[in-house]
């Protein structure tokens, strides 16, 4: 597959082949939902807690007698039946894990970039660079891509503070090294734009 790869003033430059084995592999909606499962479960952290009727701070006396009262019987103020007592099964701290083989993991991201890239979602150009970080300029070059209006990941090489504080303010913009990026920031997103650089180093990191 070859797309063209345009400048950030909109025009093209020069085209691109992409690599098959990363952006031409088969498409395999299990494994995509799985790797988004696997890491939106990795995202909570676990820690909500209630405490049980052991653990409430109150009372443990017998609020009144077992009989001749003409109530129900009553053992302790603690009872989950009560207000204020404890939480019969509520939730308690513990890790949310989930295992994926690298493989798979591998897989599914190849999927999700050639699912871009055959519904034609992906926009590479040479680089962005900013003399200064100035979110008009981000938004400038954006919009001569075509996905101004659109819910868009920038994926770029390098750690380039001036384009990442360009973009921190664009509120459909999403930006990503290309070593960090994963499956599910991919799917989120509608335009998937790319540096030359960040394309280069994703597919030797997809390699094999």
Not at 16 to 21: K, V, W
Not at 181 to 187: A, C, D, K, Q, S
């Amino acid at each position: 597959m070859t797309v063209n790869v345009y400048n950030q003033d909109g025009g093209v430059v020069g085209e691109r082949a992409l690599d098959d084995g990363v952006f031409g592999v088969l498409v395999d909606p299990h494994i995509l939902h799985e790797a988004v499962r696997v890491y939106m479960t990795h995202q909570r952290t676990g820690t909500a807690c209630t405490k049980t009727r052991g653990e409430v701070s109150r009372s443990n006396r017998k609020p009144w007698r077992q009989k001749h009262t003409g109530r129900a019987r009553a053992g302790t103020f603690r009872s989950p039946i009560w207000v204020g007592g404890g939480t019969t099964f509520g939730p308690k701290p513990r890790p949310f894990n989930l295992k994926m083989n690298r493989q798979a993991r591998r897989q599914a991201f190849r999927a999700a970039l050639s699912l871009r890239a055959a519904a034609g979602d992906l926009v590479l150009v040479d680089r962005l660079s900013f003399d200064k970080p100035r979110t008009k300029g981000m938004a400038h070059a954006l919009a001569a891509l075509g996905v101004g209006d659109r819910k868009t990941l920038l994926v770029i090489g390098d750690r380039d503070l001036s384009a990442i504080m360009s973009g921190r303010n664009i509120p459909t913009l999403d930006m990503a090294l290309a070593d960090s990026l994963n499956t599910y920031r991919v799917l989120r997103s509608e335009k998937l734009v790319m540096t030359v650089d960040a394309l280069e180093r994703l597919e030797q990191r997809s390699a094999g």
